[in-house]
């Protein structure tokens, strides 16, 4: 049974619930759906707003809905459920703006983008943020599996209780002033919590599935949109090794990433041992249109450069210090030494041990060394020479 005394603790709302109104952004999933039942089971005034970002059978020629459909229903009838209003915003333009062209143009100079942060960075946390307060809310209350707390009069962010669904890593660009505002009920909570909430509420999303694709990429096809989004931009060029030397050809460098080994199109090498016959994807050179393979040794990385750096505690002017750096959502976060600049919005890191696989446009993560989950800000790598750059091509 959920503690309702909790929720209402973890709100961190002077007063009686009846007297703050709060907005839940809801995507007609079962996370926000449980956000909005426990702030009503709580007494809070609860509105709920969805976001339209695009349609969906016009941007991939697919029928089908994510944020523009049958998910836009399932909000709606949750909120009819619970008696609490339900507003749909036509978020369309700035979507396509901010995040689909962003994530293209990513894909196009060799990157790898995450266009779930741009989202929570742009549309979620500034232009719903607006809208939130516009209605006079005291808060804006979103499903994801992560905590915030206020330490010292200031609001701090950490690791969702259930580790399996923590969402650090795709919020470390909320800012102390976001923060102010922002709340996440479900922090707290396990997944299996949540749908027990669900169904003791009744609510018609208690067993829907959750997610596992970005919400404009149907089953992962991250180039079969980035070809919809910029018809003829997308050429063929070769695979080379690294010593120049051509071993095939590609459809286009967006099909591929730096630390891919799975469907390069070539095979191992004959005359050689087998720690150097397999391949990966260690380079993309978008001005020559190449795509450089290699031994895994070739993807050793040892120290990288991150740019718009999100910090969520106090630095000196120049700062260096020990971390611990998620690079992917789904790994382990490992050791590295990093140092500010003095706008602290540059840094640098070094590993500890050298990591494989690093690709520009990830982002990289950091959390306190003393308490892994203690989220200290956050970046995105802009550049992550590995040992490639040592090689003449």
């Known amino acids: ?56 059978g016009k941007a991939l020629q697919k029928k089908g809905a994510c944020c523009a459909g049958s998910d836009i229903n399932d909000a709606r009838l949750v909120c009819s459920k619970l008696g ?38 742009t549309v979620k946390f500034t232009d719903m943020f607006d809208r939130a307060k516009n209605l006079g809310a005291s808060a804006m209350a ?23 669904k923590d969402q650090s890593y795709f919020l470390f660009a909320t800012t102390r002033k976001q923060l102010d505002f922002v709340r996440f009920p479900l922090g707290s909570l396990t997944k299996n919590e949540t749908r027990s909430v669900a169904k003791r509420h ?39 090794d690294v010593n120049g030397n051509i071993l095939g ?58 740019s718009e750096c ?9 700062s260096e210090f020990k971390v611990l750096v998620k690079l992917r959502n789904s790994s382990q976060p490992v050791i590295g030494t990093i140092k500010v600049n003095f706008d602290n919005t540059l840094a640098y890191l070094l590993f500890d041990q050298p990591q494989f696989g690093v690709s520009p446009g990830q982002a990289a993560v950091f959390y306190n060394i003393n308490e892994i989950s203690h989220i200290l800000g956050g970046g995105w790598i802009t550049q992550a020479p590995n040992k490639l750059a040592e090689t003449s091509l």
């Not at 060799?110 to 741009?118: D, L, N, Q």
């Not at 992962?220 to 070769?238: D, F, H, Q, T, W």
């Not at 999100?310 to 120049?318: C, F, H, K, R, T």
Request: glycine content about 10%; charged content about 20%; hydrophobic content about 35%.
């Open 249 to 306: 050809r590609h459809n286009g460098i967006i099909d591929f990433t730096i630390g891919q080994r799975k469907g390069i199109g070539i095979g191992g090498r004959k005359g050689v041992d087998d720690n150097n016959s397999i391949l990966y994807v260690i380079g993309l050179d978008t001005e020559k249109n190449n795509v450089i393979v290699g031994p895994k040794e070739f993807l050793s990385c040892n120290k990288i450069e991150i």
């Open 142 to 164: 979103t499903g994801h599996y992560i905590r915030r707390k206020t330490k010292q009069g200031q609001p701090s962010l950490y690791t969702g209780v259930d580790l399996s």
């Open 84 to 121: 609490i209003p339900h507003y749909v915003l036509n978020y369309e333009s700035i979507f396509q703006d901010q995040v689909m062209n962003d994530f293209a143009d990513s894909y196009l100079k060799g990157e790898t983008p995450i266009p779930c942060v741009r989202c929570n960075q």
């Open 202 to 240: 009744n609510l018609n999303v208690a067993n829907k599935p959750d997610s596992q694709d970005i919400c404009f990429v149907p089953e992962g096809k991250y180039a079969e949109v980035v070809r919809k989004l910029r018809p003829g931009s997308v050429e063929v060029g070769n695979i080379i």
């Open 1 to 56: 049974m959920i503690n309702i005394n909790q929720v209402i603790k973890e709100m961190d709302l002077v007063g009686d619930p009846s007297n703050h109104r709060v907005v839940v952004a809801m995507s007609g999933g079962v996370d926000s759906s449980v956000t909005a039942a426990l702030l009503v089971e709580a007494g809070y005034n609860v509105i709920g707003l969805t976001m339209q970002l695009y349609d969906y």
């Open 310 to 318: 999100n910090w969520l505690i106090d630095l000196q002017q120049v």
